[in-house]
């Protein structure tokens, strides 16, 4: 079958009548025709019911069958046209951790996009041990997390220090010590093993928190409850609105993001990714560079 065939059958149903249908396709009614029993005799059977001086365009009960599948070899003809301009396109597969694709990544993906049309760009978010197995799979060719973990083949890459802060709404006098700060009101991320164990040695492993979340799109929300606060590093700080922003004495070490690739595989077009999120980072002052 034809696509100009599969074209011929739904262009018919679209408009109701034959005469209609040849109209827009711009050809002969008896071209049409043709186009249609050409389909009918390589599927096997009518599409649709014909009998002298019917004027009224009439499915049979396969002809009715037959349009969703119309509609699905069409996409495939579409497909099948749109491989060569793809192949010219290098797909770049990405993961990251929440933290880090929310509140670093949005600004630098629409400028890489931008700059970069030849690459065609592929995203997941991910917690850090799901990162780990999509750089193994190979269905990522860079991964960008907070844990450190050992996997076979994957190298992991310090790629910058970010200091953890307090947030909140409420103003604290300053400075800020652990010992100040009312856990009950508290919104609690579990960042990494280090931090965890930083928060358990103040506060507990059994402390009466908030809420706990690890969905940073949430973060916002909880924190517009009143004397709530929590602690985040620096760069997602700096994007939250309408809180105040507080170092800690005493507080926990600086969480430290890294990048993960397979040893055995480099491509250009991940030394241009970190290259321009080197660039982003900079911006952000408190941020150390390795």
């Known amino acids: 079958m034809t696509e100009l065939e599969l074209k011929a059958f739904l262009c018919i149903i679209k408009n109701g009548s034959l005469s209609k249908a040849a109209e827009q396709l711009f050809v002969t009614q008896p071209a049409l025709s043709r186009r249609i029993k050409n389909l009918e005799n390589e599927l096997g059977y009518a599409l649709f019911i014909r009998g002298k001086g019917k004027r009224e365009i009439e499915l049979t009960q396969e002809g009715e069958a037959f349009i969703s599948v119309a509609h699905k070899y069409l996409e495939l003809f579409k497909e099948a046209k749109q491989i060569k301009s793809k192949t010219h396109k290098k797909v770049f597969n990405l993961a990251s951790i929440g933290s880090v694709s929310t509140y670093l ?140 922003i507080y170092p800690i004495e005493e507080g926990p070490h600086d969480r430290i993001i890294y990048y993960i690739k397979r040893v055995d595989y480099h491509h250009e077009i991940i030394d241009l990714f970190l290259k321009e999120l080197k660039e982003e980072l900079k911006q952000i002052e408190e941020i150390e560079l390795y």
Request: glycine share 0%.
């Open 105 to 244: 990544l949005t600004n630098l993906f629409q400028r890489f996009i931008n700059e970069n049309d030849h690459i065609k760009l592929c995203f997941r978010y991910c917690h850090s041990i799901e990162a780990y197995q999509y750089v193994a799979d190979r269905q990522v060719e860079l991964a960008l997390v907070s844990d450190d973990m050992y996997y076979k083949n994957i190298e992991t890459i310090p790629l910058f220090k970010d200091p953890m802060v307090l947030v909140s709404k409420k103003e604290y006098a300053t400075p800020i010590h652990p010992r100040m700060l009312d856990v009950s009101y508290e919104i609690r991320t579990p960042w990494t093993p280090e931090f965890n164990a930083w928060h358990d040695y103040w506060f507990k492993s059994t402390a009466d928190y908030k809420v706990s979340i690890d969905q940073m799109s949430l973060l916002e929300y909880f924190l517009s409850l009143d004397q709530t606060w929590a602690i985040v590093p620096i760069s997602m700080a700096k994007q939250l609105k309408d809180v105040h």
